[in-house]
């Protein structure tokens, strides 16, 4: 590819995007909330970006959601080229950590230059920032050399077990995957990500009554406790682990039977994550009369920067350059689905979504002044990547 950008007017970039209606647009999907293991929830989501896209003229497929999940929404552009013709991939996730009820206490505000809301930074914002590049690319009647997809799935947040089939499939036909997660605190785009493993764990313990008979039982909390900090310290520059679910007992006057948890490390480099994951399915129970289950999730692979992807940075580069603002490269951590493209080895670019921070927190919100250039960047790559 070619990452030199002529010196004509690219006219994308001077497309009339603005940012309040951006935000009037952004508003409905933002209030509607699509927790993950709500698939219900997600399908709405769903119903509201299928119906955005249509109305753009793309070809809306709906796939049914399976393991309990939602559904994925697939839209494809017409194109003269036809739907053989390795175009680019917009892969995008609908689904988001905030439960059912998180707008009562994260409600949508607009406070000078930024904007709160569930879901609104991880990743609505950039979801929509690239329709809304796609419907300004049609109301101007400007060509894109290659065929747009999206695809939008229900799951990612729990590392996309039920989609990512769908993902690496999808993507075996692009010629470029585009991915609108966050942009970096720089305002910078991800070209490459680290490994990740998850990790299921229960202990069995002994049952007893906590008053009357305490020293017959044996806890299955106290073992999983034992368990989480022998594994957080297991924590190197190299590898990390930290245990965020954990549920254990039922009755505060009986001694644990059962304690459940859930694991994630995550590594640089793909033999590190291994050498975890050898460590982590190689724990033993740390006190006796007490049984340890460990199994293995889903995996995220690493996905290293290779000369694709980097010709493709270079492409969203200059055209960063010709908006007036840099995009520096980084690998991050925090696992997306541009994991699998980029480990397939088709160019991919991640972290061209919206500016902002607080992911996963009550604190989620978007800088609102990220919104147009990073549409007018993401345009800019639709309609000059070939």
């Known amino acids: 590819m070619d990452a030199s950008l002529p010196a004509a007017p690219l006219p994308a970039l001077d497309l009339p995007f603005e940012m309040e209606a951006m935000l009037e647009g952004l508003r409905p999907w933002v209030e509607c909330e699509s927790p993950t293991f709500d698939a219900a929830a997600v399908n709405r989501m769903m119903d509201l970006a299928g119906r ?42 609908l689904d988001t950590v905030h439960p059912v009820g998180t707008l009562k206490k994260l409600p ?26 796609m419907r300004q690319i049609l109301r101007a009647g400007l060509p894109t050399p290659l065929p747009v997809t999206f695809l ?29 997660e966050p942009a970096r605190p720089d305002g910078g785009v991800v070209t490459g990500r680290y490994a990740i493993a998850r990790f299921n764990l229960r202990s069995t313990g002994r049952p007893s009554h906590a008053g009357s008979t305490l020293g017959e039982g044996r806890s299955a909390i106290r073992e999983m406790c034992r368990q989480v900090l ?23 006057n009986c001694v644990a039977t059962h304690c459940d948890a859930e694991v994630l490390s995550m590594a640089k480099r793909q033999a590190d994550l291994d050498a975890g994951v050898e460590r982590m399915l190689a724990l033993k129970p740390a006190a006796p009369d007490v049984a340890l289950e460990v199994t293995r999730g889903v995996t995220r692979p690493v996905w290293e920067p290779d000369a694709g992807t980097m010709a493709l940075y270079e492409v969203a580069r200059g055209i960063a350059e010709r908006l007036g603002f840099a ?22 670019l991640d972290g061209l979504g919206v500016a902002g921070a607080g992911a996963h927190t009550l604190d989620e919100h978007i800088a609102v002044g990220s919104l147009v250039p990073r549409a007018r960047l993401f345009a800019g790559l639709l309609s000059r990547l070939s």
């Open 52 to 93: 955005d896209l249509a109305l753009l003229g793309a070809r809306v497929e709906r796939i049914a959601g399976r393991m309990g999940f939602g559904d994925c929404v697939r839209a494809r552009f017409p194109h003269p080229a036809g739907d053989t013709t390795p175009g680019i991939l917009v892969l995008a996730h």
């Open 108 to 133: 949508w505000k607009r406070e000078g230059g930024t904007c709160r809301g569930p879901g609104i930074f991880d990743m609505k914002g950039g979801t929509f920032l690239a329709v809304e590049a």
């Open 152 to 180: 939008l799935t229900p799951d990612e947040e729990v590392g996309s077990p039920s989609t990512r089939d769908l993902i690496e499939a999808e993507a075996r036909r692009a010629r470029y995957v585009l991915v609108p």
């Open 230 to 252: 022998a594994i957080e310290a297991m924590t190197t520059e190299d590898c990390t682990f930290s245990a965020g679910v954990i549920h254990g007992g039922q009755w505060v």
């Open 327 to 348: 995009i520096p490269p980084q690998s991050s951590g925090g696992g997306s689905d541009g994991n699998f493209t980029g480990a397939m080895g088709i160019p991919t």
